[in-house]
T-cell receptor, first 109, second 113 residues
């Protein structure tokens, strides 16, 4: 089983739609969780950290479910500019971060 | 400006040659990392270093070598032993003060010709 698993997508949604991604992780001792955004042929950039109580940043909401070992990202009112690959990131036993393979989102006009 | 600088951005290597990718950061971060990304795939950890003069293998260290002689520098050598080196290489750094958030350089594209 992979340490971090994501649905690769693509998720094709119209502008203005709400879309949600889930990510599961295998290491129950993981402490740090993040969502990164990666545009084609670019480096990943931090979108948001994920806190135990859940957190929101504008149109983006991240949640953590420790019991089921998954994190989620909700994007409301999707924009064309949200089209990208979203990477789930979890700290590993090595104290280095492990990346999921990413979920591709395509927002259509 | 503070950040992570990788060079070169594009590099072509002949089979059998070693090449070294540079990574410099002026963020005063303690930890540095090298990841590899293949087309349509996620990031895989090659090597990481938590402090100067110390580094650990990641998931795919075979065919690669690193050094950490200075806090701000973490070069990666892709040796001839790496059989399929064509990929996008990403250097990153982090510090406990930033909650271990990883920040990336712009990456280096390596192609074997």
């Amino acid at each position: 089983r992979k340490e971090v698993e994501q649905d690769p997508g693509p998720f094709n949604v119209p502008e203005g739609a709400t879309v949600a991604f889930n990510c599961t992780y295998s290491n129950s001792a993981s402490q740090s969780f993040f969502w990164y955004r990666q545009d084609c042929r670019k480096e990943p950039k931090l979108l948001m950290s994920v806190y135990s109580s859940g957190n929101e940043d504008g149109r983006f909401t991240a949640q953590l479910n420790r019991a089921s070992q998954y994190i989620s990202l909700l994007i409301r009112d999707s924009k064309l500019s949200d089209s990208a690959t979203y990477l789930c990131v979890v700290n590993s036993v090595r104290r280095a971060l492990t990346f999921g393979s990413g979920t591709r989102l395509q927002v259509q006009p | 400006d503070g950040g992570i600088t990788q060079s070169p951005k594009y590099l072509f290597r002949k089979e059998g040659q070693n090449v070294t990718l540079s990574c410099e950061q002026n963020l005063n971060h303690d930890a540095m990392y090298w990841y590899r990304q293949d087309p349509g795939q996620g990031l895989r950890l090659i090597y990481y270093s938590q402090i100067v003069n110390d580094f650990q293998k990641g998931d795919i260290a075979e065919g690669y070598s690193v050094s950490r002689e200075k806090k701000e520098s973490f070069p990666l050598t892709v040796t001839s032993a790496q059989k399929n080196p064509t990929a996008f290489y990403l250097c990153a750094s982090s510090t406990i003060a930033s909650g271990n958030t990883i920040y990336f350089g712009e990456g280096s594209w390596l192609t074997v010709v």
